[in-house]
């Protein structure tokens, strides 16, 4: 079963995966897809509020804020990791369970990226915003490295997200039935 539907002026078909016996999610990815990324970038980047940076959680939101720094002229962004690097120093985290991942997963911050982000406007970006954990978890970030949020951001917003006037995004995603159809 898929879920068609037109994303930033291009038809894409979603795939229904189950989350469990009740619930079912349209599976956006957009690794891979250039033409999507760049399309929703672009229109992202219409409605954005003025900031300093973006950052967005690893991995799925990667392609989508790189694509966005690259068409705005940034020359950096910053990008919460899921695991910790050799190369970050001073790392603080926070925890984060995603709907689309079946365990709990920390996001970390090193003081450099910290640092960059310390009174500045900072945009968060995402691919998808459902229960809203992943982007409080990256607001959590924000709020310990002293930056001020001026915006969230994603392509698609599902379930619960898509009645929160504090999101800006693209198209709205439903939840779905085992059988396909569209939950109310």
């Known amino acids: 079963m ?3 539907m037109n994303i930033a002026g291009l038809d894409r ?3 229904l995966c189950k989350v469990n016996d009740e619930l079912y999610i349209g599976a956006f990815v957009i690794f891979g897809d250039q033409e999507l990324t760049v399309a929703c970038a672009a229109e992202l980047l219409k409605k954005a509020p003025e900031y300093d ?8 939101g990667i ?3 790189h694509e966005m720094a690259r068409q705005h002229g940034d020359q950096k962004y910053i ?3 899921k695991g910790t690097k050799l190369y970050m120093k001073e790392v603080f985290d926070v925890e984060v369970r995603s709907i689309s991942t079946d365990r709990v ?11 960059l982000m310390k009174g500045k406007r900072i945009l968060i970006v ?12 990256i607001e959590a970030l924000v709020e310990k490295a002293g930056g001020n949020i001026v915006g969230r951001m994603a392509i698609l917003a599902e379930g619960d997200a898509i009645g ?19 939950k109310e």
């Open 2 to 4: 898929d879920y068609k």
């Open 105 to 115: 997963q920390h996001l970390y911050l090193d003081k450099a990226d910290a640092d």
């Open 79 to 81: 990008l919460a990791r």
């Open 164 to 182: 929160r006037e504090d999101i800006i995004y693209l198209n709205p995603l439903p939840l779905f039935h085992p059988d396909g159809s569209i």
């Open 63 to 65: 392609p989508l804020i």
């Open 126 to 137: 995402d691919d998808v915003i459902s229960t809203g954990e992943s982007l409080n978890a």
């Open 13 to 15: 078909a979603l795939p």
């Open 53 to 60: 940076l973006l950052i967005t959680a690893e991995a799925k």
